[in-house]
C-alpha cells in the first residue's frame, strides 16, 4: 500500500490563526507510513486545528505542511486521503441518503461523474454496519449511525491515509468496538491513520504513537503510555469535590 | 375563446410556454443547490440586482438610439445578475458574518439603481414594471434564444455536474478535503443563479423570480427524500405550475408571475398537508423496530457528555 518512503505528512512550524486568535503555535508533525497516531488533548488545545491544517482545509498562516511530499494544497494528494469531519449540524438542509452521501466519497480532483450505484458503495456501508440502511436521509439516523456513515464515505476512497476527528464522540460501545476493529484491519492492510481523540480508550494498544497537544503546542510526542495528564490545570476541580464520608448526607448551611 | 390550437400556433402565446417550461425545469436545480446552501435568499438579491441591469441597458439603448428602446434590456440583466452573483460569492468567501448584509444591500441597491438609472435613460419606472412583475406581452424570438441558451448552460453544469455539486453544497469542508473545486463550483452556483433570474425575469418578474427555485423544492422536500429525489420532484412541480399558471393567464387576465408563484405555493401547502396526513398514519401502524433516531441522539449526547467529563479529569490510577 505504501507507495514511497517518504512520510505521509510532514508539518513544520506549523502557526495557524483563527479569527484573528493564534490557535496553533510552531507546531511540528511527521507521520511515517503504516503509523497509527493519536492526537490528544483538551478541548480548545488546537486538536482539530493541527487536523483541518493537516488535510489542507485550513491555511498555514507561517510554516509547511505537506502531505506524501506535496504541497497539501495541490487537489491530487487528496485522493489518496480520507477525512472523517467532526459530526457536524452545518449538514446542508436537503439531507442526502446513507447511499447519496457515501457516493460522494467517490468523488476525486479528477472524477466528478455520479457513481450511487457503484459496488463499492455498497461494500463500504456495509462494513459499517448500514447495508440495510442505504436508503435513509442521515437526518433521520442516530448520531453514532451519522458517523458511521461519515466513515464509510471515508473508506469508499480507499484511502491510504484516513484521517478522523473525534470518530467515537456520541457513539456507543458496539459502535466503538467496529470502528476500532475497522482500524485494526486498515493498519494491518498498511493505512496510514491519524485520528483526534479525548481518551485512547480501547485504541490504547493499537496507537503507534500519541502526540499531545497543549494551547496549540506539542507537549508530547511518543509513546502513548507515558504520555503527560491530558488536562493538567483541571486537577483543582476534584479537590473541590465533597469529602467521600459526606456523599449521600443532607446539607445544612451553617 | 383561445383554443389550445391557437396555443400552439401563435408566437405570441408560443414562446412564453417554451419559456415556462425551461424556467420549470432550471429553476429548482438552481433552488436545490440554493437550498443546500442555505443561500435561500440569493435569487431575489439577483432579480433586484438585474433589475439595476435593465435600467442600465435601457440607458445603453438610449445613448445608442437602438430599437426598441429595451433591446439591450435582457442584455444588462444578465451582465448586472452575474457581476452581483460574483460579488456576493466574494463576501461569502472572505468574510462569513457580513453575508446577510451584503444581500440586504444588494436588495435595495438594485431597486434604487433601477429607477434612478431608468428615469436617467429617459423612462420612467412604469417601465420597469414588466420587469418586476412579469408579463405574457414582452417576449420575442430573440429573447426565446438568450432563454434557451441559458436554460442549456444551467441544465448541463447543474445536472451534468450535480454529483459534484452536491458533494461541496452538502459538506463542504469534506469536499475540500476530496481535493475537489470548492471555489470554483460556488462561483458555479452563484453564476448559474444568475442565468436562472434572467431566464425568468420576463415572465416571472424580478420580485418573484426566486419563489420558482425555492418554493417547489420546499415543496418536494415534505415528499421525497433525498437530494437527486428532492431535486428531480422539484423539476416536475415546477414546469407543472409555470405551465398551469400561464395557461391560466391565457383565459384570464391575471400577471402570469404571480400565478404562476400562488400555483408554487398551493403545491407546498398541498404537500405539507399529505405528509401531515401520511405521518400521523404511519405513525399510529406498527412500532418502529428501532429506537426513534432523536431519542437515540439524546442518549448518546449524554453518553458523550459522560465521555468529555471522563476525559476532562486528570488521569490517576484508577482510571486504566
Known amino acids: 500500500m505504501n507507495r514511497s518512503a517518504e512520510p505521509v505528512v510532514e508539518v513544520r512550524g506549523a502557526n495557524v490563526q483563527l479569527s484573528g486568535t493564534r490557535i496553533l503555535h510552531d507546531v511540528d508533525l511527521r507521520i511515517a507510513p503504516g503509523e497509527m497516531v493519536a492526537l490528544l488533548g483538551a478541548n480548545g488545545s488546537g486538536k482539530s486545528t493541527l487536523l483541518r491544517a493537516v488535510v489542507g482545509v485550513l491555511p498555514l498562516e507561517s510554516g509547511s505542511a505537506t502531505l506524501f511530499g506535496q504541497e497539501v494544497h495541490r487537489a491530487a494528494v487528496h485522493d489518496r486521503l480520507g477525512y472523517v469531519p467532526q459530526d457536524s449540524s452545518e449538514a446542508g438542509s436537503i439531507p442526502a441518503t446513507a447511499r447519496e452521501s457515501v457516493a460522494s466519497g467517490l468523488l476525486t480532483s479528477r472524477s466528478w461523474w455520479p457513481r450511487t450505484r457503484d459496488p463499492r ?21 442516530s448520531g453514532g449511525q451519522r458517523r458511521r456513515v461519515m466513515l464509510a464515505r471515508a473508506l469508499v476512497r480507499e484511502p491510504e491515509f484516513l484521517v478522523l476527528d473525534e470518530p467515537f464522540s456520541g457513539v456507543d460501545l458496539s459502535t466503538q468496538q467496529l470502528i476500532a476493529s475497522l482500524f485494526r484491519e486498515l493498519t494491518a492492510r498498511g493505512t496510514t491513520i491519524l485520528v483526534v481523540l479525548h481518551e485512547t480508550g480501547m485504541l490504547e494498544r493499537d496507537i503507534t504513537r500519541a502526540v499531545v497537544l497543549d494551547h496549540g503546542r506539542v507537549v508530547h510526542d511518543g509513546d502513548a503510555g507515558d504520555r503527560p495528564p491530558l488536562d493538567p490545570g483541571h486537577e483543582h476541580l476534584l479537590d473541590s469535590l465533597p469529602p467521600h464520608e459526606c456523599l449521600g448526607q443532607e446539607i445544612h448551611p451553617a | 375563446m383561445i383554443s389550445p390550437l391557437d396555443i400552439l400556433t401563435s408566437d405570441l402565446l408560443r414562446y412564453p ?14 433552488g436545490t443547490y440554493l437550498v443546500q446552501k442555505r443561500l435561500s435568499l440569493l435569487g431575489d438579491g439577483l432579480g433586484h440586482v438585474a433589475l439595476t441591469g435593465v435600467a442600465v441597458g435601457w440607458l445603453v439603448g438610449a445613448w445608442t438610439t437602438a430599437t426598441p428602446a429595451d433591446l439591450l434590456a435582457i442584455p444588462g440583466a444578465l451582465a448586472a445578475s452575474v457581476i452581483g452573483a460574483l460579488a456576493i460569492e466574494y463576501v461569502r468567501e472572505v468574510s462569513h458574518t457580513s453575508r446577510d448584509v451584503a444581500l440586504a444591500i444588494m436588495f435595495y441597491g438594485g431597486i434604487a ?58 459538506d463542504e469542508e469534506f469536499a475540500r478535503a476530496s481535493g475537489l473545486p470548492v471555489r470554483t463550483v460556488n462561483i458555479l452556483i452563484a453564476v448559474m443563479a444568475a442565468l436562472t433570474v434572467t431566464l425568468s425575469m420576463r415572465i416571472v418578474g424580478a420580485l418573484m423570480v426566486s419563489a420558482l427555485m425555492i418554493v417547489p423544492v420546499a415543496a418536494a422536500q415534505q415528499l421525497v427524500v433525498g437530494f437527486t429525489r428532492t431535486m428531480r420532484t422539484a423539476m416536475v412541480i415546477a414546469v407543472v405550475c409555470a405551465l398551469g399558471g400561464l395557461l391560466i393567464t391565457v383565459y384570464v387576465d391575471l400577471p402570469p408571475g404571480g400565478v404562476i408563484v400562488l400555483a408554487t405555493i398551493a403545491v407546498y401547502i398541498v404537500a405539507l398537508l399529505v405528509r401531515t396526513v401520511l405521518g400521523t398514519r404511519s405513525r399510529t401502524g406498527t412500532a418502529p423496530t428501532e429506537p426513534d433516531a432523536e431519542t437515540r441522539t439524546r442518549q448518546e449526547r449524554s453518553a458523550e457528555t459522560a465521555h468529555e467529563v471522563a476525559a476532562a479529569r486528570p488521569h490517576t490510577g484508577w482510571q486504566r
Open chain 1, 121 to 141: 458503495v455498497r461494500t463500504a456501508l456495509d462494513a459499517v454496519g448500514l447495508g440495510d440502511l442505504a436508503g435513509r436521509p442521515i437526518t433521520r439516523m
Open chain 2, 17 to 30: 410556454l417554451i419559456i415556462a417550461v425551461l424556467i420549470g425545469l432550471t429553476a429548482p436545480v438552481v
Open chain 2, 113 to 170: 439603481g433601477g429607477v434612478v438609472i431608468i428615469q436617467l435613460a429617459g423612462g420612467t419606472s412604469q417601465n420597469l414594471m414588466g420587469y418586476l412583475f412579469g408579463s405574457l406581452s414582452t417576449v420575442t424570438a430573440p429573447d426565446l434564444l438568450i432563454a434557451l441558451v441559458l436554460a442549456v448552460v444551467v441544465l448541463v453544469i447543474g445536472i451534468g455536474l450535480s454529483s459534484l455539486l452536491a458533494a461541496v453544497t452538502g
